[in-house]
């Protein structure tokens, strides 16, 4: 083999990927050819471009007025007006966007929070506690995941207008709180990482259960717990029908619904056709700021969900 | 809720039978309302937002309105199957579900096929960068569906595009048409997700595993069909069952899309269907669309749990 100078250039790389492992990737050795090599940077980078161009396209949009917008080059910048259009966004309507944007951050963080808390409890009891039905619990709550949020929507709408919950915030909050997968993943993840020597340690020394919850064993599931609560926050940040069937108010919507909303009527109103644009480029810096930050945990906890 | 045996399946599926964990004699608990603090919780809510909406759907769709002569007053009456025939003679619905069936069986292994391919190539020694593919792809996932939609729409209109050369000729949002450019949607926003799962498999397997084959001198592509593949099933089907629930769940991007095309109806997916018969209102068809799609959804995840894990057991 001619590669000597690709393998130091390569390897390390490959063993840096496997965190305390100390295993060398032997599989993944640097033996490749050009050819193969050029391929496979082909592929990747033509399917780069097709997913960052419309998100390119649409920071390039959003720095446009409306002139501009049809006028010169959708894939670089003209006059550049990114403040100008935020300022006037901001501004329309009493500052609707900000409250929008306000409502998901209620809606998604604070309910994956508290689903995030409810599943990891209950799936730890599942991994470290024997206990009468526990078997059918688990069954019922994976045949919960089974069903689509969607066909929940309807039957929620239905019994939250008997008690006058509709058109409120707790009618899409609550809701949001029931991770199902969040309690298999909690399972999953206790039952690797949570020993029962630790538990039994932390009896002796006088320390009740749930305060060796708290203290000790939510400590060891930390990245099951970021990725049950990202995927929550995620699942709530896009949920549509829920907001669609139960919000009549304008000030209760989520931030992509109001969006959606504005988007119906861009028709009539197309000085809209900028708000939504900007709207939605600063919707989703939340999310990937999110995502980037808390990354090194939530990768961990993703592979734990779906191996073995 | 049906707890048969095989409902276990999505269990056995992504994670191994747990019986080697429970061998050992766990310590014994002091305090056993610990056990109901931990539960109680979570089992509350799923009752209100999951048990019990189910059962509610499906007593209401066993409702139908009657009426004491033309204007009398309405009063909701048992009425048995009654709005179930009705589903089943709606051809909207049914059209509906057709297309999303369309939808899914093209979709679906083209963007699970996609994802598999960029794993193995982020997974395999061809390939320098991996940390910016890997985030450049999983990027469209932070993109919530409606406003991949609004995106997409814009870049697929004639006249606001950025590709004007090709939407001038092909026009994406045709009835023809329409189906696949949403479908292009819904690709781009999950490819990197089931990416990042298989991948995160991937990388859970030891590497000596391929010590062998590498000394049988079996390539990359060997390694990856033979070795990888077999190995990440377990992930392959978990993105597949999500997927599949995924696509008869379709309604924020067609819904989105009815601003840039004409093509799609109010009734264009099952759960539009759903949202149009409720705000009628006739709600108790709509609770028996409801029940009907949340069945389907059912039968076909376990459809193919089944069907992938006998394959497994197999080979």
């Known amino acids: ?308 | 809720m049906t707890t048969s045996p095989s409902i276990a399946g999505i269990a056995g599926a992504a994670a191994a039978p747990d019986a080697p964990v429970q061998k050992r004699k766990r310590p014994r608990v002091q305090n056993p309302w610990a056990i109901v603090a931990f539960v109680a919780p979570f089992a509350l809510v799923f009752t209100l937002f999951y048990v019990i909406p189910i059962g509610y759907a499906v007593w209401q769709s066993m409702l139908v309105v009657e009426r004491e002569g033309t204007f009398g007053e309405a009063r909701e009456v048992f009425g048995g199957f009654a709005q179930y025939a009705l589903v089943f003679q709606n051809t909207a619905f049914w059209s509906s579900v057709g297309r999303v069936f369309l939808f899914g069986i093209v979709q679906v292994p083209v963007m699970l096929g996609l994802a598999l391919l960029f794993a193995l190539l982020l997974d395999s020694p061809l390939l320098r960068g991996k940390k910016f593919f890997r985030l450049a792809f999983f990027v469209p996932y932070a993109v919530p569906g409606v406003i991949a939609a609004i995106m997409w729409g814009f870049l697929y209109s004639p006249n606001l595009s950025p590709f004007e050369a090709v939407t001038s000729q092909v026009d994406f949002l045709s009835s023809d048409l329409v189906l696949w450019s949403i479908a292009n949607v819904v690709t781009w926003v999950f490819v990197g997700y089931n990416m990042l799962i298989i991948y995160s498999t991937l990388l859970a397997i030891p590497g000596d595993i391929y010590e062998a084959a590498r000394l049988d001198g079996a390539g990359q592509a060997r390694i990856a069909w033979s070795i990888k593949i077999p190995l990440i099933r377990p992930a392959l089907v978990l993105t597949g069952v999500l997927s599949i629930i995924g696509t008869l769940q379709l309604l924020a991007e067609p819904q989105t899309f009815r601003s840039f095309s004409s093509a799609v109806t109010s009734t264009y997916t099952p759960n539009m269907t759903i949202y149009a018969t409720s705000s009628i209102p006739n709600v108790s068809l709509a609770a028996a669309f409801s029940v009907v799609l949340a069945l389907a959804t059912f039968v076909l995840s376990f459809t193919f749990l089944r069907i992938t894990r006998r394959k497994a057991a197999a080979s």
């Open chain 1, 1 to 308: 083999m001619t590669t000597t100078t690709t393998m130091t250039a390569v390897n390390p790389t490959a063993s840096r990927r496997r965190k305390g492992g100390g295993q060398d990737a032997v599989g993944r050795g640097p033996r490749e050819g050009v050819i193969p090599r050029t391929a496979a940077f082909l592929v990747m980078g033509v399917f780069t471009l097709y997913f960052l161009t419309p998100i390119w396209w649409l920071l390039i949009a959003s720095t446009k007025d409306r002139g501009d917008l049809f006028s010169t080059n959708p894939l670089w910048f003209a006059d550049f007006r990114f403040f100008e259009n935020v300022g006037a966004l901001v501004a329309y309507r009493d500052g609707v966007y900000l409250r929008w944007l306000l409502n998901s951050l209620l809606y998604a963080g604070v309910g994956a929070v508290v689903a995030t808390l409810l599943a990891s409890m209950c799936g730890y009891a599942l991994a470290k506690y024997r206990f009468p039905g526990r078997e059918t619990l688990f069954n019922v709550v994976l045949g919960g995941v089974l069903v689509p949020a969607t066909a929940l929507a309807l039957p929620l709408f239905l019994l939250f207008s008997q008690v006058q919950l509709t058109n409120t915030f707790w009618a899409v909050f609550l809701p949001s709180i029931v991770s199902p997968f969040g309690v298999y993943l909690s399972r999953v993840f206790a039952e690797a990482s949570v020993p029962d020597e630790l538990l039994e340690a932390s009896r002796l020394d006088g320390a009740g259960e749930v305060r060796t919850f708290f203290t000790v064993s939510i400590r060891l599931m930390f990245p099951a717990l970021v990725t049950v609560f990202l995927f929550q926050f995620v699942s709530i940040w896009n949920n549509f029908f829920l907001p669609l069937i139960m919000l009549r108010s304008e000030e209760l919507f989520p931030v992509t619904y109001g969006l959606y909303a504005w988007n119906s009527t861009i028709n009539q109103f197309p000085e809209l056709r900028t708000f939504v644009l900007v709207g939605s480029l600063l919707s989703i810096v939340p999310l990937i700021i999110t995502f980037l930050l808390l990354q090194r945990y939530w990768r961990t906890g993703l592979g734990t969900g779906a191996l073995k």
